[in-house]
Each structure stands twice: as C-alpha cells, then as structure tokens.
C-alpha cells in the first residue's frame, strides 16, 4: 500500500488542522493505521492509532483531549483532526499503516508498521 499524506500548514497556538492520509490499494480496510510526528533533533514519536475497526483507537499523552484519529474505508483515509495546538507540536507528521491485529502496547512503536507516507509539515507559531 502507499500512503499520501497532507494538510498540513502554519497555523497560530491555539488553532486547528486537519491531516489526511490517503492509501492506494484495496484492502486499506484491513490495516490499523498510526500517525506519528518527528521534530527536528529529536526521535520520531507516536501520536495516534487507530484499528481496523475503527472501535479502537490510542493516543500519545501529549495530544489526548486535543487530536482525533479516525478513518473512511470508502475513501481510504485516515485523518487526524488536530485542535488546540501549540508550539511544541511543530514537526513533520506522519502516517503509516500496519496489517495486523490490534495491540495497544505495540501500536506505539515505529517497527510495527509496514508502510509510511512521505510527511507534511505542520508548524505552529505561538
């Protein structure tokens, strides 16, 4: 499968974006799908994921309350919505999809995923 990633911009504190990750391919539906996001300097990091179903999804404790993760098998996407960013969530985002089943403890890990999109930057001024 291959990922496309985009939405991303420069928006003040406070403001909102919205990711998109578009995937090629027929069985997008049977892939748990992350987002993750990368600094300059600093390691990539898990942000969100969600499961094949959709029933299940998790966040990083840095983005909960404020990001949501969710799909549209029809038109094989994901999005995360992201709402009341700040500053240090300036970094280049992320998606990448896994076929396998859900677990928790290891949808946080890059090395779980089998496939990534190419990243869109998001910046957020203060």
């Known amino acids: 499968v291959q990922l496309q990633a985009y939405g991303g911009g420069l928006v003040q504190a406070g403001g909102s974006l919205r990711l998109s990750c578009a995937a090629s391919?027929?069985?997008?539906?049977?892939?748990?799908m992350g987002w993750f996001r990368q600094a300059p300097g600093k390691e990539r990091e898990f942000v969100a994921a969600?499961?094949?179903?959709?029933?299940?999804?998790y966040y990083a404790d840095s983005v909960k309350g404020r990001f949501t993760i969710s799909r549209d098998d029809a038109k094989n996407t994901v999005y995360l919505q992201m709402n009341s960013l700040k500053p240090e969530d300036t970094a280049v985002y992320y998606c990448?999809?896994?076929?396998?089943?859900?677990?928790?403890?290891?949808?946080?890990?890059?090395?779980?995923?089998?496939?990534w999109g190419q990243g869109t930057q998001v910046t957020v001024s203060s």
């Open positions: 990448a999809a896994a076929p396998r089943a859900w677990q928790t403890l290891l949808v946080v890990t890059p090395n779980w995923y089998h496939y």
């Open positions: 391919g027929r069985t997008f539906s049977s892939y748990a």
């Open positions: 969600i499961s094949v179903s959709g029933k299940s999804t």
